[in-house]
């Protein structure tokens, strides 16, 4: 990714998935790596991995444990020079079912989280002139499919905030990264099959064309290395590229799917 030896990075979805993919890969490194998450048996074992990785029992979608363990965090470990942000919360319902209790904790997970965790490292950095953001949007925030409305809401709204966040903060010698993947092979999307989940993931799921979470990383790393404000991994780009420029077919593809 970028030299992180020496220096303490924070990752949130520390646990499974990419965020824990990327905190193993900051370890090898040599960097001083925070894990967040809620998932307490994938925390224990994820540090048992490397002495360099420290667990953390935090709950996102609480400012007071956000800054709380943040606090901690960089106590413990020094300054957070990088706060990768891949936390996240992925069911599928249709919006005519999903209720307002539900939606209303996908945001305060996914949206509300990602605000959290920003503002929690943000000003240190600031005031240092110096560190890096890298926060997962979707590509769902662009790319609209059935079943998912609430999720995808909450990442388009991720991706808005974080777009103009980098710009604001350009001249502050801090530098954030928006992440816009496709849908990934890893334990966040097998929340999304196991509800009521969009017909085109599941037939990606039983042909095997989910992408690969390594290769996905790998595609982030180099993107972070080219310092892009917003990085488009495997087949992200094709299919904003899609949605953008022909948006009535790809609803009736989507669409096909739930037949």
Same mark, same amino acid.
């Given at each position: 990714?970028?030299?992180?030896?020496?220096?303490?990075?924070?990752?949130?979805?520390?646990? =499974? %998935?990419?965020?824990?993919?990327?905190?193993?890969?900051?370890?090898?490194?040599?960097?001083?790596?925070?894990?967040?998450?809620?998932?307490?048996?994938?925390?224990?074992?994820?540090?048992?991995? =490397?002495?360099?990785?420290?667990?953390?029992? *935090?709950?996102?979608?609480?400012?007071?444990?956000? &800054?709380?363990?943040? !606090?901690?965090?960089?106590?413990?470990?020094?300054?957070?020079?990088?706060?990768?942000?891949?936390?996240?919360?992925?069911?599928?319902?249709?919006? =005519?079912?999903?209720?307002?209790?539900?939606?209303?904790?996908?945001? /305060?997970? &996914?949206?509300?989280?990602?605000?959290?965790?920003?503002?929690?490292? +943000?000003?240190?950095?600031?005031?240092?002139? =110096?560190?890096?953001?890298?926060?997962?949007?979707?590509?769902?925030?662009?790319?609209?499919?059935?079943?998912?409305?609430?999720? *995808?809401?909450?990442?388009?709204?991720? &991706?808005?905030?974080?777009?103009?966040?980098? &710009?604001?903060?350009?001249?502050?010698?801090?530098?954030?990264?928006?992440? *816009?993947?496709?849908?990934?092979?890893?334990?966040?999307?097998?929340?999304?099959?196991?509800?009521?989940?969009? %017909?085109?993931?599941?037939?990606?799921?039983?042909?095997? /064309?989910? !992408?690969?979470?390594?290769?996905?990383?790998?595609?982030?790393?180099?993107?972070?290395?080219?310092?892009?404000?917003?990085?488009?991994?495997?087949?992200?780009?094709? +299919?904003?590229?899609? /949605?953008?420029?022909?948006?009535?077919?790809?609803?009736?593809?989507?669409?096909?799917?739930?037949?």
């Amino acid at each position: 990714m970028i030299d992180m030896a020496g220096k303490v990075a924070l990752v949130t979805g520390g646990a =499974s %998935g990419m965020g824990q993919i990327i905190a193993r890969r900051l370890a090898d490194q040599g960097a001083k790596v925070a894990i967040f998450d809620v998932n307490e048996q994938g925390l224990q074992q994820t540090a048992a991995e =490397s002495g360099n990785i420290t667990p953390f029992h *935090c709950d996102i979608s609480s400012l007071e444990d956000v &800054n709380v363990k943040v !606090a901690a965090a960089a106590t413990e470990l020094g300054p957070i020079d990088l706060l990768v942000h891949a936390a996240a919360l992925m069911p599928a319902h249709t919006l =005519s079912e999903h209720t307002h209790e539900g939606m209303e904790q996908l945001f /305060r997970i &996914n949206y509300f989280g990602t605000t959290y965790m920003i503002r929690a490292v +943000l000003p240190a950095m600031v005031q240092r002139g =110096s560190g890096r953001i890298i926060a997962f949007g979707s590509i769902a925030g662009i790319a609209l499919v059935p079943k998912m409305g609430a999720y *995808c809401a909450t990442k388009a709204a991720v &991706n808005a905030y974080v777009e103009v966040l980098q &710009n604001e903060i350009r001249d502050s010698g801090v530098r954030a990264h928006l992440v *816009c993947p496709p849908a990934v092979n890893t334990p966040l999307v097998d929340q999304t099959l196991a509800g009521d989940s969009p %017909g085109s993931i599941l037939e990606a799921k039983k042909g095997d /064309r989910l !992408a690969n979470p390594e290769k996905i990383v790998d595609a982030i790393e180099k993107g972070v290395r080219k310092d892009k404000d917003i990085i488009y991994p495997g087949e992200a780009k094709l +299919l904003y590229l899609w /949605r953008a420029l022909f948006p009535k077919l790809w609803w009736k593809v989507v669409m096909k799917f739930e037949k």
